[in-house]
């Protein structure tokens, strides 16, 4: 399964945001700690609507703490920035892959960038900085569904 890691998070409604999508497509979501919101967060809630009850979400204390148990689970970790290393189009993704996204006013920490397998980019007209970080972790969660056949099915009857 897909994995969607959310590293210390500031804004709650991309994070709701992003959590409703991973509930809709069957991906789980580690949100790394500490979060810049209380996950009661109205606005968090609002953007995550009913979905969060159904998403599979864990906590982790730290990036120290989430590495420990991702690496003890064989998951490579794939980091979405906006100078990654590949496109996310030519990347070849696995159904373990984690795929993270980084905090929306700084990124990931240098350690991340240390610990991350691979880093992807979406390709982008020059002079633009970036994508919100939930359309971007939407484009390269939709690319590596696609790649590892992953999509859930519409109403059981397809794979």
């Known amino acids: 399964m897909l994995r969607l890691a959310l590293y210390q998070p500031d804004i709650p409604q991309n994070t709701g ?43 982790h204390d730290s990036f120290a703490a989430f590495e ?51 880093s992807v980019h979406i390709p982008m007209l020059v002079g633009l900085r970036s994508l919100n970080v939930a359309l971007a972790a939407a484009m390269v969660l939709g690319e590596a569904l696609r790649q590892t056949g992953s999509y859930p099915p519409r109403d059981g009857t397809e794979a």
């Open 17 to 59: 945001t992003m959590i409703r999508m991973a509930a809709c497509l069957g991906i789980a979501v580690d949100i790394v700690e500490p979060a810049a919101f209380d996950v009661s967060d109205r606005h968090f809630r609002r953007s995550g609507m009913d979905y969060l009850e159904r998403a599979m979400v864990a906590r």
């Open 68 to 118: 420990a148990w991702r690496r003890k689970a064989g998951h490579r970790l794939i980091l979405a920035e906006t100078d990654g290393t590949a496109r996310h189009l030519d990347f070849a993704f696995s159904a373990g892959d984690i795929v993270m996204v980084g905090r929306e006013s700084a990124g990931v920490a240098p350690e991340v960038h240390a610990a991350a397998d691979a």
